[in-house]
């Protein structure tokens, strides 16, 4: 009984500094239950509340820290091995990624636009350089055939995006077409940061029957598909 008593007087004592439950129970080996009786009207100081608060908040980060790096560990080795699963793209392969991709992404004639040039716009880096070498090895088009356009919003750097474009497609900014300003009001919340570089277009000069030909790829997938 003189032992019970004093383990409570100094289960009391550790909690009035403001200890959790759990660093009670390491200190004061006694069963969880009988510890909630002996400290249910032990009330707690605004400090003490706040370092119970406090330390919650770190157990809460920590564990959202460890799921973090559990995912970005299994997201990694997916990766790692769909990879490997790509050996080898060839010419044959190319073709027909750069008509799927122009099919998603491109510019399609209408009969209200039966002129439409071969033009594709897009953010990702990897998609503008895989479509300047599909237009290069597959379909034939030089460099100087091709006009480049910025698209990016008006309270971004333009001469870095610029720049930035200029690198991907090893086109010298000096022969960019006037930006396109995006004026609106972006109704989102994605906020734009310093990896933000706008939306390059891709043009291909007097390419209307390359555009029909294009059309008629991708019907021909269609119908072997079909």
Known sequence: MIYKTKEKQK??????RG???????????????TLSLWLRDIGLAKQQKQRLT??????QTKAQQACRSK???????????????VNGIT?????LIGIILYWAEGSKQKETNVSERVTLGNSDPNIIKIFLRWLNEVCKIDKKDIVVRLAIH??????????????ITNIPASRFHKTLI??????????????????????????????RKIAGWIEGITENLN
Do not use: C, M
């Open 182 to 211: 995006k004026k609106h009001n972006i109704k989102t919340n994605r906020k734009f940061n310093d990896n933000y570089e706008g939306l390059l277009f891709v043009t291909v000069k007097k390419s209307t029957n390359l555009n």
């Open 154 to 167: 008006e309270t971004s750097n333009k001469q870095k995006a610029k720049k930035y474009w200029s690198k």
């Open 91 to 95: 010419k044959k392969d190319l073709w």
């Open 19 to 33: 200890l959790s439950y759990n660093e009670i129970l390491r200190k004061v080996p006694v069963a969880k239950s």
């Open 71 to 85: 995912r970005i560990k299994i997201t990694e080795e997916i990766k790692f091995l769909a990879r490997k699963e």
């Open 54 to 59: 406090e330390k919650r908040r770190k157990a």
């Open 11 to 16: 289960a009391i004592a550790l909690r009035k």
